[in-house]
């Protein structure tokens, strides 16, 4: 298999003990990426049914679990997690799901990959930043297509940036002479005449990159279709474990687990959202920004 970047699965041992795994019992894993809390699921009994929308992912875990997929303890399905109950209800060697866990964003191989657009440092890549390449939209499509209160929007909203007016004003400006963004470093550029690297070392495209894949791959839609069908594959007693790494994410789940609170269909556990110890965020600083929250269904 080719050399991967190992993606470090985050809040490994609160997410596991948060499903509270029973041997021979099926979970799903909604965000298999490189099957990190797949792993430590399968080996404490558990059989496993993994969602990823990224080709990649899908052969890459083929490899990696073959014995397992052979003793049908783990099914790998490339799809996108907006789609769990249907894909779950065509499943036939699957009686009841005891919980799901989702660990949202994308792997440290994904952003770091050469040909996703994904990375600052992929100078020429395309503006691609699709995880699923069967999206038809990439992020240099979007950057063509729309208008600059778009833009800016896309920027504030997905990405928390400050500079989202200068940004896309200037984005629409080049657009008006015939220049389009197309490049990883063309991007790159145009912000880093607007801003500065800041103190904390964070590069002055992040916040942008990150509004942009979030937009291309619909990923707060997904989020919001997939909650309400994690609530009714599971069994009752089930649990939804999430973990999430920015506020556009935790938002979501926060609002549905209060709501469902409050409709009397289960209770928030823990009753408080858990974020990663001191030693996590040290080995792994990818980490940080983590907030896992679970619901049990009454
Ligand atoms: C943070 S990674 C998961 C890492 C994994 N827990 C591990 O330990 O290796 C998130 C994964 O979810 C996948 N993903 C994101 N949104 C998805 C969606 N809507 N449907 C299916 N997979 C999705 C990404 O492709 C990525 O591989």
Redesign the pocket.
Known sequence: MMNRTK?I?VMLQEAIEGLNIEVDRWYID????????TQEILSLGGKVIA????EQ?IIAGKEKFVTEIENQNLILVR????KLQQTIEQLQQVDEISGILF?????SE?LTSADRGLSFSGQDQELDMR?DQRLGVKAKDLLAIMGQKQLQKIFEVFGGETEARKISKKIVELKRNGQFITTVSELVELISEIKHHGSRNIHPATKVFQALRIAV?N?LE?IQQALPQALEVIKSQGKIITIAFHEGEDRIIKNYFKKWEKENKGIQDPKKVLKPSEKEVLTNPKSRSAKLRGFIKK
């Open positions: 993606h699965p909604a965000t298999f990426g490189q099957g990190g809390h969602f990823d929308f990224d992912n799809e996108n997690f907006g660990d949202f964003g994308t792997t994904q995880l791959n990923e997904s």
